[in-house]
Nanobody, 116 residues
Framework: QVQLVESGGGLVQPGGSLRLSCIAS????????MGWYRQAPGKQRELVAA???????NYADSVKGRFIISRDNAKNSVNLQMNGLKPEDTAVYYC??????????WGQGTQVTVSS
């Protein structure tokens, strides 16, 4: 298991940017995948972006071209740069760590609200 702590959420106007950070309590280089998920009110949690320790990334179609995930094994962190934010991006964002397809940790979540 690993403890994950997110930060960087907040209120932003449409078109604005936010950068989310997730710090792990232990080295992340043993986790095959580090990812960001989000859950909006009344909706299921969904994958936003993921980064493997092999260097590949994948994104939800709804955020491609706007969000960038970056992983820093030396700092035990994974970040999510969110640009061009839209009201539909409003959700609680969660950091996730997986090893061999099994989740080994979730963060507590950070609220992102996009509103004018």
């Amino acid at each position: 298991q690993v403890q994950l702590v997110e930060s960087g959420g907040g209120l932003v106007q449409p078109g604005g940017s936010l950068r989310l950070s997730c710090i792990a309590s232990k080295s992340i280089d043993t986790f095959n995948t580090m990812g960001w998920y989000r859950q909006a009110p009344g909706k299921q949690r969904e994958l936003v972006a993921a980064s493997t320790n092999g260097g590949s990334t994948n994104y939800a179609d709804s955020v491609k071209g706007r969000f960038i995930i970056s992983r820093d094994n030396a700092k035990n962190s994974v970040n999510l740069q969110m640009n061009g934010l839209k009201p539909e991006d409003t959700a609680v964002y969660y950091c996730n760590a997986r090893r061999f397809g099994v989740t080994v940790g979730w963060g507590q979540g950070t609220q992102v609200t996009v509103s004018s």
